[in-house]
């Protein structure tokens, strides 16, 4: 009983996951309350708040689990290139790209996250999240960085952390420019050689090189 009472709590509050990014997406942050949302998932306002505390609680979650997403994949992309921390980027970056174009639910995050969240009034102790979330983001792509050097993959004197400010900067650039125009270019089509290009820039760019 205590198993399947635990399994329709985690059902519940998934439902309310789903209908939350779908109201954000459709109408933004700030014009999405929790009594739409907890329409939207066929509960109770009192079931959103037995799991969130309100709603920046709520779109935090939502963030957090998009990133616990991208650690699990990393994870299978490690087992599948060992010793190859080139492969384990390029395939990352590519993921990061064609899952945006063809799955409804990244889509949607991403158009969250880019166009329909503002840092005012009740989210504004999420900006401070998110800024957090920034820093952690550099360091992780550091570590990335560091271990193509330490395999060979790229070159020795890669100043690694102005290069995390580029990736970062080109990666969200990309994101940004395709959800506000989609018809603008093929995202999923073009993602090989929009990796290609980022990896030549970290490969050849003397701009992003220590100096001396």
């Not at 166009?115 to 009034?121: I, P, Q, R, T």
């Not at 090989?192 to 990896?199: A, G, H, K, Y």
Request: aromatic share 8%; hydrophobic share 40%.
């Amino acid at each position: 009983m205590a198993r399947n009472t635990k399994q329709q709590a985690q059902e519940t509050r998934n439902h309310i996951l789903d209908a939350a990014i779908k109201r954000f997406s459709e109408h933004g942050v700030a014009k999405t309350s929790l009594a739409d949302i907890a329409a939207g998932a066929g509960v109770t306002r009192g079931a959103i708040y037995w799991h969130f505390k309100n709603k920046t609680d709520l779109l935090n979650e939502i963030w957090a689990q998009s990133e616990s997403g991208l650690a699990a994949l990393e994870i299978e992309y490690q087992s599948k290139y060992p010793a190859d921390p080139l492969s384990v980027m390029r395939s990352m970056l590519r993921y990061v790209f064609e899952a945006t174009a063809t799955d409804q639910k990244r889509r949607a995050l991403m158009e969250i996250i880019y166009h329909k969240c503002e840092f005012v009034g009740e989210m504004a102790t999420l900006q401070l999240m998110q800024q957090n979330l920034y820093l952690e983001c550099y360091e992780k792509i550091e570590l990335l960085l560091v271990g193509c050097i330490d395999a060979q993959q790229l070159p020795e004197n890669l100043d690694t952390r102005r290069a995390a400010v580029v990736m970062r900067g080109y990666v969200s650039g990309i994101m940004e420019n395709w959800l506000f125009m989609p018809d603008s270019f093929d995202l999923a089509a073009d993602a090989p050689q929009l990796v290609e290009t980022l990896i030549d820039m970290l490969t050849h760019s003397t701009s992003l090189r220590k100096p001396g």
